[in-house]
């Protein structure tokens, strides 16, 4: 409360009077405590901030300054207010500065934010960030400003060094070859390399700062997230349907694309790598992407792609026309034409024969596109002079290329007759046979135009090579000449067929041999052409190998027909537009008159009246009733043919001349394979003897070390070392198998067997050898034939495969697939098998299996199955040596798939077994060494080796079952010691090879003495290999070295068992 009181009344003397007011003052106090305790609160806040809080007058004088001032400019309160602000700053241009900035202060914006250069109470220049509030009266003067300021000298620091790292990045990425730009963490682009400028055209003036994907448009017109966003946002869209390529490994992401906006419009395929940029400590501070144009990589492979397309077409077209008959000719030419104008992206194909008698061309066969109409009637004997300069190009042999119709001169023939016809882009070759022209083919474009390539124009090429042949096949149908006297005619012939003979016999190639038949032929009937066809026994066809025509006939008939009229395989029909020939019948020692017959009279009257070819005669080259080929000559006029005396005495003469040199041949080719079998021979002997010498060493290697194994306890650790060493001892022991099979000494137990089936049961163990990082899949065939093999040899040879496909992808992730199946192969297939040997055409079983590893160059694949070659680190480089061995043994073939970086597939074939009557492989044994009975064993063996460590090492093994036992070093020793002991000896373990006489003849002395003897021998070879040597006088056991204490303890108590009780 607040009182306020006054005296009241007059006089000095009078009683005085005072008057009150009291006024309750509680809300103002309050407002007012409340208010110092708000200044408090925010002087308190103001002093305790970091920040430096300063107020000052327009006039810069300071009103108020906080504890963060004063520290900074080392002054106290009281220095400070009332000095001028601007005075403190470091120079004029930076009073200047904050003066400016001060007056832009208006109503509409009192508060603004710049920064400034300070100096410090230790001298030190700093940064500080000053934020400015200003205060204005009612008439919009300022009468104060407020500012907060915030030391941002690191920051500045820091930004100078990141300004003076990303200069040093900008540096490095403008040296870079590759497009290259770089984006922050919220993808603004900071760097943009000159390369990117001249892909993109973008300069780095008009993209530095931008971001919102701002970057992508350069490439694809469009804002999108691409490469690098997948970096910033892992997690984000991107639209991988674009991108052809699109993979991460680690951190970094890999991408291939085509970007059609590239090069001004012209687009390229980029292949892009983008990845985090980080700082000194790991922090990521935006990312990055190179971009490369790989656009002739790209072009390369596709023109590897087209020119593989393009030689698998050749290859089709070129067999196409071997193998056509003769009335599917004008089909086949339709489908040529069709396949090069589909291949080259064209709208319509023509073949035109010209007639220059006539002066005249028509097409006699067209292609066209789906929708495209067909011209072929419309260019029936159309008149060929005002082409003058086509046909002057074609009669030199050159091609006619018309890019653009609409290039040609105005009002020229040739762009009205192509505009009638609606063609914007032409193109034609002649066909020429020799030097004769007769006709062309030609591809036009109405749709669009076209640029036609060198690899087009090849093709193009070879297409009017195999039609010219076509043509000269169909033109070849001449009759003979009518001779003017039969006599003096039959004369001339023996005169022709004695020097015939003659030159046969001097003619040193097959193929001179079948020039000088066809040519001598046609010379004959006085042909007008002739062709030479070889007959193949084991496809039993006709194969057209020469033609020959008279040169003053090949102008006039290749202006009609063309080649194809006389190309022709007999005995066929050949079915024309035109022209028809009946079908021949061959027989082996005569020959058959074909006439032709015509579709229409006028053609009939045309070839009759022109040509005169009426008649074609074909007889038989033989040799002792076996056909060898065939010649046809064909023959102008109505007349008849030579006497079949001239034609069997030709036919003979030139079949005799083709089989002596196929013979030769044969023989060439029998003395090269008893070459490489004497070869293999050989071979044999020296992988037979190493093994022999080897296995001895690892007998005693191995026995002793199973000796040793049975004296130590169990829980001994030198155990698992002796183990190890047995293990590899036994490999030793495989490799040894492996160089016999390589040799062919190693001996195949047969029987019926099924690929999938021993597949199937072998899964889990073929995965063992697989690396942990490789994907084995496995594709049983169902319903597949048996094939005749040893099971165990097949399993190695699958197993060698699985072992090579899974080192050839090494420790990187990859997929093995080991497939079966059944096919006809002929003997062209068989002919790419890798073993020199090649077995008989027929139906076979295979196995395949393919990998995605490294794959091998031609070199190397040369070099596949040479024994110890490896590209591996470790390894004894026999594992494919020995599958070619085994594969040989069976008679089957391998084929071979690789390419590098790519994998490779190798096809193992075995003939399919046609014996229903073989079996299939036996069972499991009904025990084994380690299964046999611990029973006590006693008498007296004999051991006979020539090798003193295994002599030693087997006399030890047999006194430790508790045998008596004698040694022989050779077989002279063993039946020395035999026949002095011979009551007391129960059986006699013999060795195989031996020197002075070798255990075969040792057994043989043994049982002269004592027939009963029991007698097992011992070998490194397998018990097939014993068995095949000792048919009707075998031993009574068989073990194969090196062996086991239990496996040589089972052997004899399986050879003993039926007499142990009664043994000496």
Known sequence: ?????????????????????????????????????????????????????????????????????????????????????????????????????CLSLTVEQPVKTHEMRWAAADGTEKWVQWTTRGFFDEKGHARAFQSFGLDITYRKMAEKTLREAHGRLNDIIEFLPDATFVVDLNGKVIAWNRAIEEMTGVPKSEIIGKGDYAYAIPFYNHKRPILIDLVLQPQG??????????????????????????????????????????????????????????????????????????????????????????????????????????????????????????????????????????????????????????????????????????????????????????????????????????????????????????????????????????????????????????????????????????????????????????????????????????????????????????????????????????????PVDLSLKQIMISQGILRTHSFEELSWGAIDKKTSDLLKARFGIEQIVAIALHCRDELVGTTVAYLSGARLPLPDEVL???????????????????????????????????????????????NNLLAA????????????????????????????????????????????????????????????DNVHMLKVVMSKSVSLQVKPAKNLPDILADPGQIQQVIMNLLTNASEAIGEKSGIVSVSTGAAYCDDVVLGESLIDEKPPAGRFAYIEVADTGCGMSPDTLQRLFDPFFTTKFVGRGLGMSAVQGIVRGHHGAILVRSEVDRGTAIKVLFPVCKDPAVPGPPG????????????????????????????????????RMGFHVLTAVDGEDAVRVFRERADKISCVLLDLTMPKMDGEAAMHELRRIREDVKIILSSGYDEQEISRRFTGNAPAGFIQKPYLFGKLRYELERVLKAGIAELP
């Not at 109405?446 to 042949?469: F, G, I, S, Y």
């Not at 046999?932 to 004999?942: F, K």
């Open 1 to 101: 409360m607040r009182d306020i009181c006054r005296r009241v009344g007059t006089g000095s003397k009078s009683r005085g009077l005072i008057q009150g007011t009291i006024v309750d003052i509680t809300q103002p106090k309050k407002a007012e405590q409340a208010l110092k305790e708000s200044e408090e609160r925010y002087r308190r806040l103001a002093e305790d901030m970091p920040a430096m809080i300063c107020s000052f007058l327009p006039d810069s004088t300071l009103t108020y300054v906080n504890s963060a001032i004063i520290g900074w400019f080392g002054m106290s309160a009281g220095e400070m207010v009332g000095k001028r602000f601007l005075d403190l700053l470091i120079d004029e241009e930076e009073r200047e500065r904050e003066r400016n900035h």
């Open 237 to 570: 869209e991107i639209e991988e349907k674009e991108y052809e390529l699109l993979q991460r490994r680690g951190h970094t992401v890999f991408s291939e694309a085509y970007a059609p906006y590239t090069y001004c419009g012209k687009g390229a395929h980029l292949w892009g790598t983008a990845s985090m940029l980080r700082d000194e400590i790991g922090e990521p501070y935006g990312a990055i992407e190179s971009i490369r144009d790989i656009t002739e990589r790209k072009q390369a492979e596709k023109a590897l792609a087209r020119r593989t397309e393009l030689q698998q077409l050749l290859m089709h077209l070129a067999t196409g026309f071997v193998n056509v008959l003769l009335d599917e000719l004008d089909q086949a030419i339709i489908d040529a034409l069709g396949s090069i104008g589909r291949f080259c992206n064209a709208d319509r194909a023509f073949l035109i024969s010209y007639d220059f008698q006539a002066g005249v061309g028509s097409i006699t066969h067209e292609w066209c596109e789906d929708g495209i109409p067909a011209d072929w009637e419309s260019f029936q004997n159309i008149p060929i002079q005002p082409f003058s300069e086509v046909l002057k190009a074609h009669l030199r042999g050159d091609p006619v290329y018309v890019p653009r119709t609409r290039d040609l001169p105005d009002g020229g023939f040739l762009r009205e007759i192509l505009e009638s016809y609606g063609i914007r882009t032409l193109i034609t070759l002649p066909l020429m046979n020799e030097k004769e022209c007769l006709g062309c083919i030609g591809f036009d474009s109405v749709r669009k135009e076209k640029v036609w390539e060198d690899v087009d124009v090849l093709l193009l090429k070879v297409l009017a090579e195999l039609l010219t042949n076509a043509e000269v096949r169909r033109r070849t149908e001449a009759a003979l000449r009518e001779s003017e006297s039969k006599q003096r005619f039959l004369a001339e012939q023996n005169r022709l067929l004695s020097r015939i003979s003659i030159s046969l016999a001097e003619a040193e190639t097959e193929k001179e041999i079948m020039r000088i038949i066809a040519e001598s032929f046609k010379h004959l009937n006085n042909a007008v052409a002739a062709s030479m066809a070889k007959y193949d026994p084991k496809t039993k066809e006709l194969v057209p190998v020469y033609f020959s025509i008279d040169s003053e006939l090949q102008e006039e008939i290749g202006n009609i027909f063309g080649h194809s009229l006389f190309s022709f395989r007999f």
């Open 648 to 694: 069997k005495t030709f036919g003979y003469m030139s079949g005799l001349a083709l089989s002596r040199k196929r013979a030769e041949e044969e023989r060439i080719e029998m003395e090269r394979r008893v070459l490489h079998g004497q070869k293999l021979e050989s071979l044999g002997v020296l992988a037979g003897g190493i093994a022999h010498d080897f």
């Open 701 to 760: 290697m191995l026995g002793n070390l199973d000796l040793a194994l049975l004296d130590l306890p169990p829980t001994l650790p030198a155990r698992k070392f002796i183990e190890n060493s047995m293990k590899a001892t036994r490999h030793a022991a495989e490799l040894t198998r492996q160089m016999l099979a390589y040799s062919g000494r190693g001996r195949f137990a047969l029987s019926r067997l099924s690929l999938s089936g021993l597949l199937e």
């Open 924 to 959: 499991p044994r009904v025990a084994d060494a380690e299964d046999a009975a611990d029973v006590t064993l006693s008498g007296t063996i004999l051991v006979v080796d020539d090798e003193e460590m295994v002599l030693t090492l087997c006399k030890a093994m047999l006194e």
